[in-house]
T-cell receptor, first 110, second 113 residues
Framework: QQQVKQSPQSLIVQKGGISIINCAYE??????FPWYQQFPGKGPALLIA?????SEKKEGRFTISFNKSAKQFSLHIMDSQPGDSATYFC?????????FGAGTQVVVTP | DSGVTQTPKHLITATGQRVTLRCSPR?????VYWYQQSLDQGLQFLIQ???????AKGNILERFSAQQFPDLHSELNLSSLELGDSALYFC????????????FGPGTRLTVL
């Protein structure tokens, strides 16, 4: 069963626009909420992550917003660039075990 | 490049056959994880080994097995293959058993005909 629900499945954004990906989780025992980025033909790689005691984390153009009471977290990609075109996975972590969302394919058009 | 290597890159086989996928973790990493990525199931955790011992089990079928050797490389064995086993299989590694980051290899694409 999918314990991490991710949406949308795909999105197309123009260069310079904002990409927003949302995730919702069910279990409250998770201690870390990472986002992984995967380019075609490559394995996923950690992009940015947040702990549950923090409501927002920003690294460059990437921001995670975390709402513990709603059990939701989201990834915002500001000033989206064609090089950001990839599949993004949210995940929850508990005791070293990662549970991934279904993934969002992001296409940034020039 | 994550430092995790996987072989082979591609594998094509027939239903009912058995295959072995190999993973070498990053230098110094003791923990190895196996994931299956398919279009309809997303990225599914299969199994974790830490320093040679099985540490956690996910949605791994009984037809699948894995092990981690003394040199820390790992193998995933898939037997009695079915069409539905066609997928990308990723190996990841980390230094400790409950890390905040796992480093993924490039994957092995398995096609079962």
């Amino acid at each position: 069963q999918q314990q991490v629900k991710q949406s949308p499945q795909s999105l197309i954004v123009q260069k310079g626009g904002i990409s927003i990906i949302n995730c919702a989780y069910e279990n409250t025992a998770f201690d870390y909420f990472p986002w992984y980025q995967q380019f075609p033909g490559k394995g996923p790689a950690l992009l940015i992550a947040i702990r549950p005691d923090v409501s927002e984390k920003k690294e460059g153009r990437f921001t995670i917003s975390f709402n513990k009471s709603a059990k939701q977290f989201s990834l915002h990609i500001m000033d989206s660039q064609p090089g950001d075109s990839a599949t993004y996975f949210c995940a929850t972590k508990s005791w070293g075990k990662l549970q991934f969302g279904a993934g969002t394919q992001v296409v940034v058009t020039p | 490049d994550s430092g995790v290597t996987q072989t082979p890159k591609h594998l094509i086989t027939a239903t009912g056959q058995r295959v072995t996928l190999r993973c070498s973790p990053r230098s110094g990493d003791l923990s190895v994880y196996w994931y299956q990525q398919s279009l309809d199931q997303g990225l599914q955790f299969l199994i974790q080994y830490y320093n040679g011992e099985e540490r956690a089990k996910g949605n791994i079928l009984e037809r699948f097995s894995a092990q981690q050797f003394p040199d820390l490389h790992s193998e995933l064995n898939l037997s009695s293959l079915e069409l539905g086993d066609s997928a990308l299989y990723f190996c990841a590694s980390s230094v400790d058993p409950s890390p905040n980051e796992q480093f993924f290899g490039p994957g092995t694409r398995l096609t079962v005909l």
